[in-house]
């Protein structure tokens, strides 16, 4: 058992200020068990969100050292001996107290976009036939944990206030993908992903992919095939000139 050297930022919406913490740590710690660590020792009122502690619920996002992850699955043996370990709330999102935000901005977003519609079952016994190269494409986006990560880190969600309420941001366009692939699906979503939630503003910087704990290629496999449909349907000169003379979509 070894002694580390924690700052935890401390505070509300009004301000706060990091706060040091020593404690000790064993072999197979994760930065969450050296939260509750503080809990127990130094800090009774250190508020926290955390639910499985696997991986997968994705409450327990934070901030470590200045990069978005989960604490759950943030070792305590990547870091160097003796090496002081800074953990903050995620930026993006209003504070309400410690490491506690305010993500209620995402399930706002998630309210607008239409639920999946299936088209009836093409087989006499109430069942659909579908390829399993359709399916593969779809099934990475199921594996997202809702985190949160992604939002936290994109520029257009963080740093431009004005453009927040139209952009819905990675984790959307992760649902918006999911929705507009799947072979099931008869809902046509195109012009919601260019006018709600406005693709057009993302400049496929890629950081939303490199801090997915789940691995997602957001940018490669959701975001730049979007971006595809909604050119495809509103910007291709050709279409445009076969709907002048057909005078139909």
Request: a positive charge; glycine letters at 6%; hydrophobic letters at 40%.
């Amino acid at each position: 058992m070894a002694d580390v050297t924690v700052r935890v930022w401390r505070g509300n919406a009004q301000g706060g200020a990091f706060h040091e913490y020593r404690v000790p740590v064993e072999e197979g710690m994760v930065v969450l068990d050296v939260l509750h660590r503080i809990q127990a020792i130094h800090a009774n009122d250190l508020a926290l969100r955390w639910n499985c502690k696997a991986g997968k619920c994705g409450s327990c996002s934070a901030e470590v050292n200045g990069h978005p992850r989960l604490t759950c699955m943030t070792r305590m043996n990547i870091f160097t001996p003796g090496e002081t370990i800074t953990v903050a709330p995620m930026k993006t999102f209003p504070i309400i107290k410690d490491l506690v935000t305010d993500v209620s901005f995402n399930f706002q977003v998630a309210k607008k976009i239409p639920a999946f519609q299936p088209r009836p079952p093409d087989a006499p016994d109430g069942s659909w036939r579908m390829m399993q190269e359709d399916i593969d494409r779809v099934q990475e986006f199921r594996k997202c944990i809702e985190c949160f990560l992604c939002q936290n880190v994109c520029h257009v969600i963080r740093d431009h206030e004005g453009k927040k309420q139209h952009f819905a941001g990675p984790r959307f366009f992760v649902r918006l993908a999911e929705l507009e692939m799947h072979p099931l699906d008869t809902g046509t979503r195109t012009g919601l992903v260019k006018e709600f939630a406005g693709i057009g503003l993302c400049n496929i910087t890629k950081c939303c992919t490199e801090v997915c704990p789940e691995h997602i290629r957001i940018t490669d496999n959701a975001i730049i095939p979007l971006k595809e449909r909604v050119v495809d349907e509103h910007y291709d000169p050709v279409v445009w000139l076969l709907r002048k003379v057909l005078g139909k979509r």
